[in-house]
Antibody, heavy 120, light 111 residues
Framework: EVQLVESGGGLVKPGGSLRLSCAAS????????MNWVRQAPGKGLQWVSS????????YYADSVKGRFTISRDHAKNSLYLQMNSLRAEDTAVYYC?????????????WGQGTLVTVSS | QSALSQPPSASGSPGQSVTISCTGT?????????VSWYQQHPGKAPKLIIF???KRPSGVPDRFSGSKSGNTASLTVSGLQAEDEAGYYC???????????FGGGTKLTVL
């Protein structure tokens, strides 16, 4: 069974940092591109970042470029999102999502999310 | 990259059909057949229900169907059931720099 479990969320002050983790199991983690998608309270989904299976291709939304860094560790079957210079508008539930197999693939499995709150 | 445009709400009675639109541009929806739809119940993670415009993952009822014309994609839910009441989000591939763009979401109410 495919499982994605996010952790690392919490309350952080503006300008602070946080590192999110996503533990993957039940599939060949190294074969799939992975993504972070966030959802501000009461708002819609927003794609944040993607990393290819080989780490060759990495993409960021303009709103987080230069502040967030996506990475993955195949030995630990884990995906990460290092978030620096956090702003109030980064407050959201952050979801880890797996790409289905394919060159351009939908997000076929999602974790339950971890809440990040940026507030003084 | 601007978000795709969806109506904020839609509604229908049990057994009826409802269609939700998703309007993008010639740089995303109009240029690629990589439109997906996700269903999200309150407090839950999103679930993939349509990919590549009109394909359904295994286990998704055939009451859910997708289509596209020009820069607008659509999701049709036929034979509405109470459990279809949820948020629905479209997304489209938008090219190499910013690969994915989401719609703002539509809250579907089953009357």
């Amino acid at each position: 069974e495919v499982q994605l479990v996010e952790s690392g969320g919490g309350l952080v002050k503006p300008g602070g940092s946080l590192r999110l983790s996503c533990a993957a199991s039940g599939f060949s983690f190294s074969s799939h591109s992975m993504n972070w998608v966030r959802q501000a309270p009461g708002k819609g989904l927003q794609w944040v970042s993607s990393i290819s299976s080989s780490r060759t291709y990495i993409y960021y939304a303009d709103s987080v470029k230069g502040r967030f860094t996506i990475s993955r560790d195949h030995a630990k079957n884990s995906l990460y999102l290092q978030m620096n210079s956090l702003r109030a508008e980064d407050t959201a539930v952050y979801y880890c999502a797996r790409d289905a197999i394919g060159v351009i693939a939908p997000f076929d499995y999602w974790g339950q999310g971890t809440l990040v709150t940026v507030s003084s | 990259q601007s978000a795709l445009s969806q109506p904020p709400s839609a509604s229908g009675s049990p057994g009826q059909s409802v269609t939700i639109s998703c309007t993008g541009t010639s740089s995303d929806v109009g240029d690629y057949d990589f439109v997906s739809w996700y269903q999200q119940h309150p407090g839950k993670a999103p679930k993939l229900i349509i990919f590549e415009v009109n394909k359904r993952p295994s286990g998704v009822p055939d009451r859910f169907s997708g289509s596209k014309s020009g820069n607008t994609a659509s999701l049709t839910v036929s034979g509405l059931q109470a459990e279809d009441e949820a948020g629905y989000y479209c997304t489209s591939y938008a090219g190499n720099n910013i690969p994915w763009v989401f719609g703002g979401g539509t809250k579907l109410t089953v009357l």
